[in-house]
């Protein structure tokens, strides 16, 4: 019988969001020296969103470490296989493409986030950096749209919207388990520290 379990907690959602908005902004004010205050802002984002869920990886909860969704590549084909037949394979976490998903968005994060120093602190060979950091951003970009259309595969496959679960953190489940708590302490810290960042960055 499904039950309806907590999977993302708050601080997770607060990431998953915040980290895919900041990389957007980032991407389109890339190009416009008008924008440059925002785009390095947003870029701050990035990186602390992203520092953040490296260690959440660690001590988050159960279904967000690392761990959780470290697949063997004998399980990613057999996954992506299964989804053609009748009966695909769920998971309640991340399923084995959606892992490999994050694992590629978290470096290619963090390239394009050390890249992005480099040049703004004038580290090293200026013209490396910048290829460097706008290679990295266009295949991040390129994973984004990989992983969007996984996303929405998934959903129609096994019948869930994966979307608003990454809203409120509720998925429907067979025989699993909730996470204890929201965490909501944590992931309003989050979301206040980046505002006040923003706010006080910007001006």
């Known amino acids: ?21 900041s990389f957007a902004g980032a991407y389109l004010t890339a190009e416009s020296e008008r924008y440059r205050d925002i785009h390095l802002a ?31 590549p004998a399980e990613i084909v057999a996954y992506l296989r299964a989804l053609l037949s009748p009966q695909p394979q ?37 013209d490396w950096f910048e290829e460097l950091h706008e290679i990295a951003a266009n295949v991040m970009l390129l994973v984004v749209g990989v992983h969007i259309a996984g996303v929405l595969v998934s959903s129609v496959l096994h019948k869930e919207n994966l979307v608003r679960a990454m809203f409120n953190g509720y998925k429907q489940a067979v025989n699993a388990v909730s996470i204890p708590h929201h965490y909501t302490w944590l992931g309003i810290s989050m979301l206040v520290v980046m505002l006040v960042f923003l706010g006080v960055y910007l001006q």
């Open 90 to 126: 769920h998971y309640v976490g991340h399923n084995p493409a959606g892992g490999v998903a994050i694992f590629l968005l978290l470096v290619l994060g963090l390239l394009i986030s050390v890249s992005g120093l480099g040049l703004y602190w004038e580290i090293g060979d200026e």
């Open 1 to 21: 019988m499904l039950q309806r379990i907590l999977v993302w907690d708050l601080p997770t959602r607060v990431f998953h969001w915040s980290f895919a908005l």
């Open 42 to 72: 947003l870029g701050y984002v990035f990186l602390g969103m992203l520092v953040f869920r490296l260690v959440w990886g660690l001590v988050g909860t159960a279904y967000v470490r690392f761990r959780a969704f470290w697949f063997k």
